[in-house]
């Protein structure tokens, strides 16, 4: 995750302007050995670009990454505030879940720290009205939407680092603070992460371990959750976000009665994919309900192609 040092280093380059380290800690207060590392880790993740100026002397300068010109329209829209002091790493990934009213317990489960934790978090924001209580539920107020931007392109930045560092062609297809959704292309590192145990097959390509098995054009996903187990509906939910085509919507269907997944269960899980209708209307085949299922938010098998799929693969 961004640290507040490397933050501080994007607000003062935020301009176009270059510099040094000494440069650099003396604006920020940061010793320049601290600062050093800072710039290493944004030199190498890619958020800083560096020329070397008068005596060989290394002068750094921010690049056109998303992080950085996510921070550059929060400033733009917002900057009469210093986001430097009020922003740390535990409150970007807070304001993750800040797109609507979420209860204080809720994004302490997600982010599996305490509700103290979160209120910890907020409370920068708190003393700056900058949230929009809802009975106990807490959001960004409307006009932060550029902070919520800029906390989601931290987050996707982190675990696209994280992912490339081993599998280089890797790209992240969804993702919160503490989990991540990636595909690859290529089969050294599809190996790689089969062989890495942070990470875990997802997706079709899981659909094996539950009896199913399906011919998989090109690479398979991966799941980065290593503090917790995969699911049956969060592989259902992978599948869909990964392609939402009528034959892999089939698949996951069947999936769904093999394995027998509550309807409570799926819908829970796939709030936080915004594949709630989704798997609304998926639920209304598997309860029968095949004739006047049009205008909704995805394409359903008929019930002659459905019952045909469950004959072929066994399920009944």
Not at 41 to 46: Q, T, Y
Not at 127 to 148: H, I, K, Q, T, V
Not at 228 to 240: G, I, K, N, R, S
Request: with cysteine; aromatic share 8%; net charge negative.
């Amino acid at each position: 995750m961004l640290s507040k040092a490397g933050l501080a280093v994007i607000d003062a380059l935020s301009t176009g302007r270059d510099a040094t380290a000494t440069e650099l800690a003396e604006e920020s207060g940061y010793s320049r050995v601290h600062l050093y590392d800072v710039l290493d880790e944004l030199l190498a993740s890619g958020l800083l670009a560096e020329r070397r100026g008068p005596n060989n002397q290394r002068r750094v300068h921010v690049t056109d990454h998303p992080v950085v010109e996510a921070y550059r329209t929060l400033q733009s829209d917002l900057g009469h505030v210093t986001w430097v002091d009020l922003l740390s790493p535990s409150t970007l990934r807070v304001c993750w879940y800040l797109d609507e009213p979420r209860r204080v317990a809720e994004i302490a489960a997600r982010l599996m720290i305490t509700r103290q934790g979160v209120h910890k978090a907020l409370s920068p924001l708190k003393n700056r009205a900058m949230l929009f209580p809802s009975g106990p539920e807490y959001a960004l107020s409307e006009d932060l939407s550029p902070l919520l931007a800029f906390a989601r392109a931290v987050v996707r930045h982190e675990h696209r680092t994280r992912v490339r560092a081993v599998a280089p062609s890797a790209t992240v297809e969804w993702c919160d603070p503490q989990r991540a959704l990636v595909r690859v292309q290529t089969a050294a590192d599809t190996t790689t992460l089969r062989e890495d145990s942070e990470w875990e097959l997802t997706g079709l390509a899981r659909f094996e371990e539950y009896g199913l098995q399906f011919f998989l054009a090109g690479e398979p996903a991966f799941w980065y959750a290593p503090d917790e187990d995969l699911t049956p509906a969060e592989v259902v939910c992978h599948t869909l976000v990964l392609d939402s085509g009528s034959r892999r919507v089939s698949y996951a269907m069947l999936l769904i009665e093999s394995v027998g997944i509550a309807q409570e269960t799926l819908a829970e899980t796939a709030t936080w994919y915004d594949l709630a209708p989704v798997i609304d209307a998926m639920y209304r085949p598997l309860h029968g309900e095949f004739d006047g299922i049009e205008d909704l938010p995805v394409v359903l098998p008929s019930k002659s192609e459905y019952t045909a799929l469950k004959e072929q693969y066994g399920v009944s």
